[in-house]
């Protein structure tokens, strides 16, 4: 079954860090381009970060020099360090391959107090 499972979120205060991990199933992870988006309360869905199996990663522009992605192909997980966070951060957070995307998860919330 193909599946992607996000974890790590949680409630923080402005200027701390947590890191996200992002599970895959179910396919070779290395025949993608990874990335993580989210999703603020009425707003769109946006891309924050991706990270191609092989190449440069690109960054949001809000999010740019913060939120560093990776990945590990072993282990089939991508993760996201999110430095220096910002009440403006708060959302869900999502993976999902950025080319054939798969039907999205539950995410998991980010919550960044002032």
């Known amino acids: 079954q193909v599946s992607l499972v996000e974890s790590g979120g949680g409630l923080v205060q402005a200027g701390e860090s947590l890191r996200l991990s992002c599970a895959a199933s179910?396919?070779?992870?290395?025949?993608?381009?990874m990335g993580w988006y989210r999703q603020a309360l009425g707003k769109q869905r946006e891309l924050v970060a991706s990270?191609?199996?092989?190449?440069?990663?690109t960054y949001g522009a809000s999010v740019k020099g913060r939120f560093p992605i990776s990945r590990d192909n072993a282990k089939s997980t991508v993760y996201l360090l999110m430095n220096s966070l910002k009440p403006e951060d708060t959302a869900i957070y999502y993976c999902?391959?950025?080319?054939?995307?798969?039907?999205w998860g539950q995410g998991t919330q980010v919550t960044v107090s002032s």
């Open positions: 990270v191609p199996s092989r190449g440069s990663t």
């Open positions: 999902n391959r950025r080319n054939s995307p798969l039907s």
């Open positions: 179910g396919f070779i992870g290395s025949d993608y381009e």
